[in-house]
Nanobody
Framework: EVQLQASGGGLVQAGGSLRLSCAASGFTFDDYAIGWFRQAPGKEREGVSCISRSIRRTYYADSVKGRFTISSDNAKNTVYLQMNNLKPEDTALYYC?????????????????????WGQGTLVTVSS
């Protein structure tokens, strides 16, 4: 069974930090890119950051560049999202998802509808 388990969310004050984890199982980890997406109340789901080490590609939304860092520990089948200098507008449910690394290589897509498997979300709340 394919599983993508997101964890690490919580309540922090503006300027604080969190590290999210996406633990993957049930598929060949290196064959896929892993992405973080978020959805805030009343907003569409958006891509935040994505990674594939095997094709040496990362993506960051403009809104998080310089504040968030994505990394992948392939030995642990886990992708992390280090979130620093958090802002209230970062408040959302954060999801991890997968897509074929080759599909991502050619499409370079961070649109949620083009990712083919989703895990459970973890809630991030940033207070001011």
């Amino acid at each position: 069974e394919v599983q993508l388990q997101a964890s690490g969310g919580g309540l922090v004050q503006a300027g604080g930090s969190l590290r999210l984890s996406c633990a993957a199982s049930g598929f060949t980890f290196d064959d896929y890119a892993i992405g973080w997406f978020r959805q805030a109340p009343g907003k569409e789901r958006e891509g935040v950051s994505c990674i594939s080490r095997s094709i040496r590609r990362t993506y960051y939304a403009d809104s998080v560049k310089g504040r968030f860092t994505i990394s992948s520990d392939n030995a642990k089948n886990t992708v992390y999202l280090q979130m620093n200098n958090l802002k209230p507008e970062d408040t959302a449910l954060y999801y991890c998802a997968r897509v074929s690394k080759m599909s991502w290589y050619y499409s370079d897509s961070h649109r949620p509808g083009e990712w083919d498997y989703w895990g459970q979300g973890t809630l991030v709340t940033v207070s001011s």
